[in-house]
């Protein structure tokens, strides 16, 4: 059975810095990029940043380029998001998600996490 779990939501002050874990359990996890999304409420899903499978090369959504960095630990079969000076309208949930494609940045994923709850109070 395929899991991903998210962690390391929570509520924080503009400004602020949070570290999202996400661990993937049931496959082989370097057999997947990762990437991950956010949806605010009442607004769609959207891409927030991707990784492949050795972590040598990323991309970001340009709302958070520069502010948020994404990495994997493949020993950990982990993925985290580093998210630094956050705003106000990074408030969302946060969801990791695994793509077992051939190209990168994939067009699509497989699997998907339950998401975590990021605030950031202004």
């Known amino acids: 059975q395929v899991q991903l779990v998210e962690s390391g939501g929570g509520l924080v002050q503009a400004g602020g810095s949070l570290r999202l874990s996400c661990v993937l359990s049931?496959?082989?996890?370097?057999?997947?990029?990762m990437g991950w999304f956010r949806q605010a409420p009442g607004k769609e899903r959207e891409f927030v940043a991707t990784i492949n499978r050795s972590g040598s090369s990323t991309s970001y959504s340009d709302s958070v380029k520069g502010r948020f960095t994404i990495s994997r630990d493949n020993a950990k079969d982990t993925v985290y998001l580093q998210m630094n000076s956050l705003k106000p309208e990074d408030t969302a949930d946060y969801f990791c998600?695994?793509?077992?494609?051939?190209?990168?940045?994939?067009?699509?994923?497989?699997?998907w996490g339950q998401g975590t709850q990021v605030t950031v109070s202004s």
């Open positions: 049931g496959r082989i996890f370097t057999n997947y990029h």
């Open positions: 998600a695994a793509a077992r494609s051939t190209s990168f940045p994939p067009r699509a994923y497989d699997y």
